[in-house]
T-cell receptor, first 115, second 107 residues
Framework: EPEVTQTPSHQVTQMGQEVILRCVPI?????FYWYRQILGQKVEFLVS????????KSEIFDDQFSVERPDGSNFTLKIRSTKLEDSAMYFC?????????????FGPGTRLTVT | RKEVEQDPGPFNVPEGATVAFNCTYS??????FFWYRQDCRKEPKLLMS???SGNEDGRFTAQLNRASQYISLLIRDSKLSDSATYLC????????FGAGTRLTVKP
């Protein structure tokens, strides 16, 4: 069964450093997403991406964040100048379509710890 | 009012019990509805989409009432492996997650 993969599984970084979280979406999917989940809290939408551009972004997704699809398979989330409050689980997801009824499938997540 | 609100839980039930989860959403323009389950420190996994006519997948039945902006999930004959947090998810322009309801099924 095809699945979304993410690397690394755990990233520890110092405050102020840049991190890049990587995702390989399911191969025939066209829409890609990043979410975060702070420990003990709900899953929060960050950004959706289609056709090499951002479709939607939340208020969390400020200038500190950027996304890129550098090649035909990878989808990355870059966080510039990390803050302590960026510590969370970051999930990548993909779907065939953005239209109603098309489910999103999540990767296993990257746990980001900012010290 | 929260965008997606779920039963606070936790629900602790014996094996074989029937358990129901409720969810309400605030935006009537919401387009699609889902139930996901999430095990501790794991990713959300799609359990089922929710359709206006109601739908069933084995022991799981989901219902949607657009007029009341209410979604439900019924689990029959619960198994130990059903223990997880159940997330109600609503699609507007993006996916809005409820805080989840924790279920523990005990032997």
């Amino acid at each position: 069964e095809p699945e979304v993969t993410q690397t690394p599984s755990h990233q520890v970084t110092q405050m102020g450093q840049e991190v890049i979280l990587r995702c390989v979406p399911i191969s025939n999917h066209l829409y890609f997403y990043w979410y975060r989940q702070i420990l003990g809290q709900k899953v929060e939408f960050l950004v959706s991406f289609y056709n090499n551009e951002i479709s939607e972004k939340s208020e969390i997704f400020d200038d500190q964040f950027s996304v890129e699809r550098p090649d035909g398979s990878n989808f990355t989330l870059k966080i510039r100048s990390t803050k302590l409050e960026d510590s969370a689980m970051y999930f990548c997801a993909s779907s065939e379509s953005l239209a109603g009824g098309y489910e999103q499938y999540f990767g296993p997540g990257t746990r980001l710890t900012v010290t | 009012r929260k965008e997606v609100e779920q039963d606070p839980g936790p629900f602790n039930v014996p094996e074989g019990a029937t358990v129901a989860f409720n969810c309400t959403y605030s935006n009537s323009a919401s387009q699609s509805f889902f139930w996901y389950r999430q095990d501790c420190r794991k990713e959300p996994k799609l359990l089922m989409s929710v359709y206006s006519s109601g739908n069933e997948d084995g022991r799981f039945t989901a219902q949607l009432n657009r007029a009341s902006q209410y979604i439900s999930l019924l689990i029959r004959d619960s198994k130990l492996s059903d223990s997880a947090t159940y997330l109600c998810v609503v699609l507007l322009n993006d996916m809005r997650f409820g805080a989840g309801t924790r279920l523990t099924v005990k032997p």
